[in-house]
């Protein structure tokens, strides 16, 4: 069954550290990948996608992420965090199931607390 | 701020009463979802329609009924629900222009919070 792990699940940071959180997923056909964040009291939203082409995508607020498909990892990275960073991010892999529809299945989220 | 509209965004409903979650998108989407979302835990999959026909039922209890009368509304009705239905119901859509219905990202609503004593 597909499935997407994230390693993390508290991160505590000081702000200006770099950020890493993992994700993994097993799945072994195309995949998109997304990651998404949920700032206290609001909505999911989208933070970077990936789909094909450069591995290498750069997402809002200065994050960014690799797909590594060998190791079938998208890794999120920040080079300096910030105060407002604190939120639930969720890694997301959007792929074909055995009846051809496309679903999208979540991580267990990573909540990133940053202090000031 | 965000595209997709959910009403209400609050509900207290007892375990007899029978209600309804709206969600509303103009971004020509195609695929609209429901998910479920308790405290501290990812979204879960419910219902995911693509061009108004349903296409994935997550196994959800049938006290949850999903409709989706056009192409930009989304209802899930609720009835004789139990206090651990309780969560963060979302809606999102997803596949506009090119995309297909059901890749791209998705696009959420804020929730409706339902509390079920």
């Known amino acids: 069954a597909q499935s997407v792990s994230q390693h993390n699940h508290h991160v505590i940071l000081s702000e200006a550290a770099s950020l890493e959180l993992g994700c993994n997923y097993s799945y072994g056909g195309t995949v998109n990948l997304f990651w998404y964040v949920q700032y206290p009291g609001q909505h999911l939203q989208l933070l970077l996608k990936?789909?094909?082409?450069?591995?290498l995508v750069k997402g809002i607020k200065g994050f960014e992420a690799e797909f590594i498909k060998s190791k079938f990892s998208f890794n999120l990275r920040k080079p300096s965090v910030q105060w407002s960073d604190t939120a639930e991010y969720f890694c997301a892999v959007n792929a074909a199931g055995a009846s051809g529809t496309y679903k999208y299945i979540f991580g267990t989220g990573t909540r990133l607390k940053v202090l000031a | 701020d965000t595209e997709v509209t959910q009403t209400p965004k609050h509900l207290v409903m007892g375990m007899t009463n029978k209600k309804s979650l709206k969600c509303e998108q103009h971004?020509?989407?195609?695929?609209m979802y429901w998910y479920k979302q308790k405290a501290k835990k990812p979204p879960e999959l419910m219902f995911v329609?693509?061009?108004?026909?349903?296409?994935i039922n997550e196994s959800v209890p049938s006290r949850f009924s999903p409709e989706c009368p056009n192409s930009s509304l989304l209802n899930l009705h609720l009835h004789a629900l139990q206090p651990e239905d309780s969560a963060l119901y979302l809606c999102?859509?997803?596949?506009?222009?090119?995309?297909?219905?059901?890749?791209?990202?998705?696009?959420f609503g804020e929730g409706s919070r339902l509390t079920v004593l």
């Open positions: 990936y789909f094909s082409g450069d591995p």
């Open positions: 999102a859509s997803s596949g506009g222009g090119r995309l297909a219905a059901n890749t791209g990202e998705l696009f």
């Open positions: 971004m020509g989407h195609r695929a």
């Open positions: 329609y693509s061009y108004e026909k349903l296409s």
